[in-house]
T-cell receptor, first 114, second 113 residues
């Protein structure tokens, strides 16, 4: 099955700086890569996603890049703000089976210091 | 937020007792999933459903069973709870599994003493 590795596990940045979180996946057939943000005590919420036919996608201050050859994808947050502090999860979609399962990385705790 | 309700939101139980968690959706989505979330492990899939009465195992299914008798309800049962099943449980739904977008419920915090 799919295996997703996520780094770093914790990341501390100063407000206004950029933050980058990286994930690698093992199954070259995976074709959908979402990112979720989870605030303390809350549910994971989708913030951006990318499909395998696209190399980059942006939405205001966040962007995701995908390198299919190297099997890695990254989340970029620019001009970080204190409200960006949360745990971020990457995931990869395994569409082989009937359930179209997402495999998640272990998460990155982002702390933005004011 | 998508119309997903998990119940109960919190539960404390004793080792060896059966426990059932419920996920109810009002979105008429075909796919439903149960995850557990533990520190350092992210979200791990327990079981999933791709239609009424159609279910399958995920990564960490041992000790858990599921049922889906209606589109809107997906039940997760711990037949005999153990302390290792203390966790936060999330239900998720997806309209079209191939598109991958999953929406999560608010979670159930389960403590097994």
């Amino acid at each position: 099955g799919e295996n997703v590795e996520q780094h770093p596990s914790t990341l501390s940045v100063q407000e206004g700086d950029s933050a980058v979180i990286k994930c690698t996946y093992s199954d070259s057939a995976s074709n959908y890569f979402p990112w979720y943000k989870q605030e303390l005590g809350k549910r994971p919420q989708l913030i951006i996603d990318i499909r395998s036919n696209v190399g980059e996608k942006k939405d205001q201050r966040i962007a995701v890049t995908l390198n299919k050859t190297a099997k890695h994808f990254s989340l970029h947050i620019t001009e970080t703000q204190p409200e960006d502090s949360a745990v971020y999860f990457c995931a990869a979609l395994d569409s082989y089976n009937a359930g179209n399962m997402l495999t998640f990385g272990g998460g990155t705790r982002l702390m933005v210091k004011p | 937020d998508a119309g997903i309700t998990q119940s109960p939101r919190h539960k404390v139980t004793e080792t060896g007792t059966p426990v059932t968690l419920r996920c109810h959706q009002t979105e008429n989505h075909r796919y439903m999933y149960w995850y557990r979330q533990d520190p350092g492990h992210g979200l791990r899939l327990i079981h999933y459903s791709y239609g009424v009465k159609d279910t399958d195992k995920g990564e960490v299914s041992d000790g858990y069973s599921v049922s889906r008798s209606k589109t809107e309800d997906f039940l997760l049962t711990l037949e005999s709870a153990t302390s290792s099943q203390t966790s936060v449980y999330f239900c998720a739904i997806s309209q079209s599994g191939a598109e991958g977008i999953q929406y999560f419920g608010a979670g159930t915090r389960l403590s097994v003493l």
